[in-house]
């Protein structure tokens, strides 16, 4: 066990005692493992509730000459369409490895997104491994990785619970971004382009390129994206059926953002915002303590108001960032940016907040010394896995989510990024090109 499993940089958990940490580290291990694997096995066991089965359903629609978006659960742009169809064919040979697939795609997923933000925010990230391999370096239990992950860890528990692509997005984000540091606007641009044609949150993203003046990361996404939703599309469907199914996306986005769902799942901030100002939102959910009587109408409006306010705020905050996206203030600045993207949009799950990950890597690994930092932290940490079900159980998870619990937790974590971003100072992060 001593040569073949060392006690990486920045253990965690550590013990006085090398055989104890290294029983610890092992035991953590085993768990994290564990988990994964029992969480794919039960998706494989049942199927048919997952909302995964809804994607290769659609495929099956598209297949048929149906109208993939005459059903009320189909909220992705017309670009899915083309991975939809892929599953549904997949499924047509096998459901199961299709998802089997499918959910080990997830669990990559999600350590390739803690690699990237290793090379981001942690100090000789760029040599993570994910088994300890020297005392030397970072593995997967070092502390500047692990914390981060046990934050999110409910987060993506519930992405694999339900079979959904949150974790192969934000993936494809984080390297989008990473491709630009390293001056590769081509790769970068297909890579966000990508994202965006799957679900349309990530085009949020686009508006950090403009800010940054990114002009060639901007603009090859901006063709990759005409290319995966306009060329491709009417190269299959033709441009009839493609303006069709563009049009009926938008009356659904449209729909959307008009009457905001408000059942107490959804921690979007437009939904907070419904259950605190108005009668009817949430009436059905187990708590309903409105401040204010609003009409939903009205309630849209504070929202794009306060979304406003929010967009002048981070644009002030990041005034000073410099354009170069390798500094690591810019990093910084794209992790708030996608843990915000999830807020502003209409629908977001508690699988949405995966993208917490990315503020709570950079939050955990420069809050040293900062006592009422690290409290904002843990209130942070304790609305977002604390409320789970496994932890207060079913009842009691459903009223804090009628309080809007996630929604506080990602508010306070991405208030704290911001007031750590100027902390990253202006040396680049080490840059490779492995993965």
């Known amino acids: 066990m001593r040569s073949g499993f060392a006690i990486p940089r920045d253990?965690?958990?550590?013990?006085?005692?090398?055989?104890?940490t290294r029983a610890a580290i092992a035991t953590l291990y085993a768990l994290v493992l564990l988990l994964a694997l029992a969480e794919v096995a039960r998706s494989l066991l049942r199927a048919d509730r997952l909302d995964y089965t809804n994607y290769p359903f659609v495929g099956e629609v598209v297949l048929s000459g149906g109208d993939p978006y005459a059903f009320g659960f189909n909220t992705?742009?017309?670009?899915?369409?083309?991975?939809?169809?892929?599953?549904?064919?997949?499924?047509?040979?096998?459901?199961?490895?299709?998802?089997?697939?499918?959910?080990?795609?997830?669990?990559?997923?999600?350590?390739?997104?803690?690699?990237?933000?290793?090379?981001?925010?942690?100090?000789?990230?760029?040599?993570?491994t994910f088994w300890p391999h020297s005392p030397d370096r970072l593995a997967f239990v070092s502390a500047p990785i692990i914390v981060p992950s046990l934050f999110a860890a409910r987060l993506f528990a519930d992405n694999l619970q339900h079979g959904q692509i949150n974790a192969q997005l934000l993936f494809?984000?984080?390297?989008?971004?990473?491709?630009?540091?390293?001056?590769?606007?081509?790769?970068g641009g297909f890579t966000l382009a990508l994202a965006a044609s799957l679900k349309a949150v990530p085009v949020l993203l686009l508006g950090y390129l403009l800010y940054k003046r990114s002009w060639r990361a901007l603009g090859w996404t901006i063709a990759f994206l005409i290319f995966l939703n306009l060329v491709i599309p009417v190269a299959i469907f033709?441009?009839?059926?493609?303006?069709?199914?563009?049009?009926?996306?938008?009356?659904?986005?449209?729909?959307?953002?008009?009457?905001?769902?408000?059942?107490?799942?959804?921690?979007?901030?437009?939904?907070?915002?419904?259950?605190?100002?108005?009668?009817?939102?949430?009436?059905?959910d187990p708590v309903h303590l409105p401040l204010a009587a609003l009409s939903t109408a009205a309630v849209v409006r504070v929202f794009w108001v306060v979304a406003?306010?929010?967009?002048?705020?981070?644009?002030?905050?990041?005034?000073?960032?410099?354009?170069?996206?390798?500094?690591?203030?810019?990093?910084?600045?794209?992790?708030?940016?996608?843990?915000?993207?999830?807020?502003?949009?209409?629908?977001?799950?508690?699988?949405?907040?995966?993208?917490?990950?990315?503020?709570?890597?950079?939050?955990?690994?420069?809050?040293?010394?900062?006592?009422?930092?690290?409290?904002?932290?843990?209130?942070?940490?304790?609305?977002?896995?604390?409320?789970?079900?496994?932890?207060?159980?079913?009842?009691?998870?459903?009223?804090?989510?009628?309080?809007?619990?996630?929604?506080?937790?990602?508010?306070?974590?991405?208030?704290?990024?911001?007031?750590?971003?100027?902390?990253?100072?202006?040396?680049?992060?080490e840059l490779t090109t492995s993965i």
Request: proline fraction near 5%; glycine fraction near 8%; aromatic fraction near 10%.
């Open 308 to 429: 406003l306010l929010a967009l002048v705020g981070l644009a002030w905050a990041f005034r000073r960032n410099p354009r170069d996206l390798s500094d690591r203030r810019c990093a910084g600045a794209y992790a708030i940016c996608l843990a915000a993207m999830t807020l502003v949009s209409p629908l977001a799950w508690a699988a949405h907040f995966v993208t917490l990950v990315a503020p709570a890597m950079l939050v955990w690994n420069h809050t040293a010394g900062d006592r009422w930092r690290l409290g904002v932290w843990w209130a942070s940490f304790s609305c977002v896995t604390f409320s789970a079900s496994g932890f207060v159980g079913w009842a009691w998870a459903r009223r804090l989510e009628s309080l809007s619990v996630i929604t506080v937790g990602a508010l306070l974590l991405v208030t704290l990024a911001i007031s750590l971003v100027p902390r990253l100072g202006p040396r680049p992060a």
């Open 238 to 284: 033709g441009a009839g059926e493609v303006a069709t199914q563009w049009r009926a996306w938008r009356a659904v986005v449209g729909g959307e953002m008009l009457q905001p769902v408000a059942h107490h799942p959804n921690q979007a901030l437009l939904s907070a915002l419904k259950r605190l100002l108005t009668i009817d939102g949430g009436s059905s």
């Open 172 to 187: 494809l984000s984080l390297l989008a971004f990473v491709l630009f540091r390293e001056r590769r606007p081509i790769a």
């Open 11 to 20: 253990s965690w958990p550590r013990f006085r005692s090398p055989s104890a």
């Open 76 to 128: 992705w742009p017309p670009g899915f369409l083309l991975l939809a169809t892929v599953l549904a064919l997949g499924s047509r040979v096998s459901a199961i490895a299709t998802l089997c697939v499918w959910q080990l795609a997830s669990v990559l997923a999600v350590w390739g997104t803690l690699k990237l933000l290793a090379r981001c925010f942690v100090s000789g990230g760029e040599e993570l």
